[in-house]
């Protein structure tokens, strides 16, 4: 009797849910799809997914170009096997203390295999369901790091089922010159914007891109 009861009370959790992502999805995001925004009075909490290496420098080299008291406070994450990542935020910080760095399971390991990369994309996103909840951020940046798709996800749940107003910015890596990459491909389609620094991924194949 218990199982069943249960499956009542989630079933229209589920169902709404599932119909707010494709409405945010399909009417919300993308270029030229989403409603007007108000301007905003107050700094936006930025949430930044940070990736070993490349990754990092290429976000901390778009967050030199932003006024940071308009994007304040920011919370960095990495992966928790990045032993790279915190040193260089920490450098570009300064003696800044409006920033904090948060440490989540690794989605995707290089040269993982898809099938097993399943199990830790779903460990990492387990993760991520707390971390967005206690943060509530105003804008979810990243650019590629497979650590950030279940952050995305996550918010874009969040979004759906209580009506919050993360909006997500996707900035595709520099060295991706003809083809998006694997995160690319998925938030392609769910990002309220994404990025490209190359022209052939704007255009009329990927309408939805901003070229910059």
Not at 50 to 74: K, Q, W
Not at 103 to 111: E, K, L, N
Not at 184 to 190: N, P
């Amino acid at each position: 009797m218990v199982f069943p009861l249960i499956c009542v009370l989630i079933y229209p959790i589920v169902v709404f849910a599932l119909i707010r992502a494709a409405y945010l999805v399909v009417f919300e995001h993308g270029k030229g799809l989403g409603r007007k925004v108000a301007p905003r009075n107050a700094a936006a909490k930025t949430l930044i997914v940070l990736g070993s290496g490349g990754h990092t420098s290429e976000i901390l080299r778009v967050l030199r170009h932003l006024d940071r008291a308009n994007y304040a406070p920011r919370v960095y994450v990495q992966a928790q096997t990045d032993r790279i990542s915190r040193q260089k935020v920490e450098e570009f910080e300064g003696e800044s203390e409006d920033y904090r760095l948060h440490a989540i399971p690794r989605s995707r390991r290089v040269g993982q295999s898809y099938l097993t990369s399943i199990f830790t994309t779903a460990r990492a996103t387990l993760h991520a369901f707390p971390l967005i909840f206690r943060e509530k951020p105003n804008l979810l940046l990243c650019n590629g790091p497979g650590t950030c798709v279940p952050l995305c996800l996550v918010a874009l749940f969040f979004n759906a089922l209580l009506f919050r107003e993360t909006k997500i910015v996707f900035v595709e890596s520099f060295c991706r010159v003809e083809r998006f990459s694997l995160s690319g491909r998925i938030l392609y389609y769910l990002a309220n914007h994404t990025i490209v620094q190359w022209p052939k991924l704007n255009g009329s194949r990927y309408p939805r891109s901003i070229f910059v």
